[in-house]
Each structure stands twice: as C-alpha cells, then as structure tokens.
C-alpha cells in the first residue's frame, strides 16, 4: 500500500519536463478500461528533485473541475456492490487480494492487486470481491455540483454459474520485494531468538527504510503465534524504549495507520478458511474442512479463527509481509521444517519468486549465519 501510495504522490511531484505531462482520462471511448499492474511505465523520477532513485507510473488525470473523493472499500470475499454509475468517473486501485468488475452488456472481468480500473462518467458497472478471496481497493471519484459521487442502481443478478465456479489453483504475479519489506527479515529473526541486543539496530533499519510504529508493532502481535508471547512481548518492549531514546533525542517516527475495524458480527473461523483460500490460491472449499481430523478442534478453531481469521484481518500489516516475519521466524527456529516448508510454499504463491527468496536468504544469512540459511534453503528446494 505505501508502495503505492507513494508513487502515486511522485506523479504530482515530477513536473521537470514535457515526459512527464499526464494524459487526460478519454470521455469519448465510453468504456472501462483495465491497466493490468504488469503494464505500468515507470519512469526515473528526475534527479534535481529527489535525493536518491525513485520510479513513477502515471494516470491519466480525472475530468474534474471540483472535489474529489477518495476512499478505501475492503470487500469480503463473494462481496459486491450494485450496479451504479459515477456521473464524472471512477478509479479504482486494488491494493490486496482479487476481485471482478463487469460493464454493463459485458463479461465480467477478474482484476487483482497492482490493476487500474477506469470507469467513464456515466458507464453503468458493478465491482467487488473475487468468489474465494477479500479484496481492497481505492476508489477515487469527481463530485458533481449536486454533492453525488455515485448513483446507486438496482443489484446484481449474477448466473449460478459465475458464483459457484471454484476459483482454480496458481499463482499470483511476480513481486519485486522494497528495502522496506526486507528490512522484516532481520527484525523478525532477532526476536524469534531472543537476541534483543541485535534487534534493536534492525527496528532502527526498519524505521528508517519506511515500516510504520503501528506496522512494527503488528509484526510483534503476528509473531506470537509462531514464537511465543514472551519473544514477541520482548520484541514489543524493546520498540517501545527504542521510541523513547528516540523521542528524546528528537526523533519523531511514522506512526502510520491502524488496522481497519472489521464488524463485530465478522464470522473469524470463516474469514480464516477465505484467508487461507487466498493464501494458497486454491478454492476455500479445499480449505474449509477441519485440521487434524477433528483430533483437536481447540487448535483447528485457533488457528482459522485467530490467526488466520482476525490477525490477518488487520490490514495496516499486508498479507506478503506477515508470511516475510513467518518465513524468518520459523527459519531462525531451525527445527519446524515441516511449517516453514508450508510458508515458504505460500510465499511463492504470492508472487516470491527464486530471484526474490534469494534475497531474503541474504538478508536472513546476514542476520542468523549460514546453518540456519543452508537449512531453509533446503526446505525451500522441497517445494521443486
């Protein structure tokens, strides 16, 4: 999301030459147009305004003469909107998981996390989550002279057969991993060892490399499903007195947003078996079943309910980057091979690939030393 959000703030700031003028988003082709995250064109920002590299994509630039209003929508899985239209436009920007989008008259579209959806002012369309999988998006959109954003139509009647289809198994694409998301590595590691002393210049690493306070502190809370209340309460003490050193020598951090409060009649187990579907892209029905076969539902419901249903719920932390601290967690502990064989299969699924889990081995290597790195590389080399 940070990602993101910040190269699309590099569009309004690189402005040194005509290469950098934005197209104006076409009213005449009176069609939604979907920009799939592999077809963006990034561009050097200029040197003479940023102190370091930085890449940027551009938009075209919404009709508007008036306000505009953004907003974040979190859909659950097999969860959409009726139809509407959006009297100067729409973008949508998913930023997690997948969804669909259908125009009027036309088929209905998957999109996933890094596509751009263009809505013309007047097209009539629906968008939501995808059957088996949550999904999140920014929508941006003109206000007319009246106030309305939207106009809300009737709801969507969709065939039996594009709701009871599974969502087949694969792979979401490729990521390039950010220094921000491997600077979880070493954090991760320190703390699922113990090693405080060495934690502390890796919290700074982190800070320093764009994690958020609040997103730190989520790593802690995720953690303590794998390694343990007391490493993860340590690794949560040891923030809270690097902060204080810091505020007293007048450094402020980023305390960044926190999580997103679901309703209080969200179904946790079940939001767990859609979470685990999306997960291991597979349909939720193959995960759906009870773990151990029933030998102990107490682990079964904590598991879905909890782990995978509330901590993964809270959306200031992403799902790549909690299954990052799970893969160094369990890498560092050595000896659970066969959970950190399923991590690391799950953060291939979305989207890790040989040249970006080497990455995180070097990053690991540089943390743990070479046994610990041999032996998860031999996991991973499992999965093959």
């Given at each position: ?5 910040t190269?699309?703030?590099l569009?309004?700031?690189c402005t ?12 005449e ?5 979907i920009?799939r ?5 990034y ?11 930085a890449?940027?994509?551009?938009f075209p ?27 100067h436009g729409?973008y ?5 998981g997948e969804g669909?989008?259908?125009e009027?008259?036309k088929?209905?579209q998957?999109?996933h996390?890094g596509?751009i ?11 939501g ?9 920014i929508?941006?959109?003109p ?6 954003a939207v106009t809300?139509?009737e709801?969507v009647e969709l065939p039996?057969?594009?709701t009871?289809?599974p ?20 954090i ?8 405080l002393e ?10 320093e ?9 989520e ?5 303590y499903?794998?390694?343990?209340f ?7 003490l040891?923030l809270?007195s690097?902060?204080e ?7 402020h ?5 926190l999580?997103?409060d ?5 179904d946790?187990?079940?939001?767990g ?6 997960l ?10 009870p ?5 102990s539902?107490?682990?079964d419901h ?7 249903g ?8 992403p ?10 967690s369990l890498?560092?502990l050595g ?8 991590h ?11 040249t970006?889990?080497?990455r ?7 943390a743990?030393?070479g046994d610990l790195?041999?032996n998860?590389?031999?996991?991973l080399?499992?999965?093959q």
């Amino acid at each position: 999301m940070k990602r993101l959000i910040t190269r699309l703030a590099l569009g309004s700031l690189c402005t040194a030459s005509s290469a950098f003028a934005p197209a104006i988003a076409s009213t005449e082709d009176n069609t939604q147009t979907i920009t799939r995250a592999e077809q963006h064109q990034y561009n050097n920002a200029p040197a003479s305004n940023f102190s370091g590299q930085a890449q940027f994509a551009r938009f075209p630039v919404l009709p508007s003469s008036g306000n505009v209003a953004p907003a974040v929508v979190s859909f659950e899985a097999n969860t959409i909107t009726k139809w509407h239209i959006h009297p100067h436009g729409q973008y949508l920007i998913v930023t997690e998981g997948e969804g669909r989008t259908q125009e009027w008259g036309k088929p209905i579209q998957v999109i996933h996390k890094g596509d751009i959806v263009w809505c013309p002012p007047g097209v009539k369309h629906w968008h939501g989550a995808s059957e088996s999988s949550a999904m999140t998006h920014i929508a941006i959109s003109p206000i007319s002279n009246d106030g309305k954003a939207v106009t809300w139509l009737e709801k969507v009647e969709l065939p039996a057969a594009s709701t009871s289809k599974p969502k087949p198994p694969g792979k979401l694409d490729p990521v390039i991993l950010t220094d921000e998301q491997l600077s979880l590595i070493p954090i991760a590691a320190f703390t699922a060892t113990g090693q405080l002393e060495k934690l502390k210049p890796a919290l700074v690493n982190g800070l320093e490399q764009g994690l958020t306070v609040n997103q730190i502190k989520e790593v802690f809370a995720h953690q303590y499903a794998y390694v343990g209340f007391p490493r993860a309460l340590n690794g949560m003490l040891t923030l809270r007195s690097l902060l204080e050193e810091r505020t007293a020598n007048g450094i402020h951090d980023n305390m960044g947003v926190l999580p997103n409060d679901l309703p209080k009649s969200t179904d946790y187990y079940q939001r767990g078996n859609q979470t685990l579907a999306y997960l291991n892209q597979v349909p939720v029905e193959q995960v759906s079943g009870p773990l151990f076969n029933n030998f102990s539902p107490t682990v079964d419901h904590a598991l879905k309910a909890h782990l995978f249903g509330y901590l993964f719920s809270r959306d200031n932390l992403p799902h790549l980057y909690r299954e990052l601290v799970v893969v160094s967690s369990l890498s560092a502990l050595g000896d659970v091979n066969a959970q950190l064989r399923s991590h690391l299969r799950i953060a291939t699924t979305l989207g890790v690939d040989a040249t970006q889990m080497d990455r995180v081995f070097s990053q690991f290597e540089q943390a743990m030393g070479g046994d610990l790195t041999t032996n998860a590389k031999s996991v991973l080399l499992q999965l093959q």
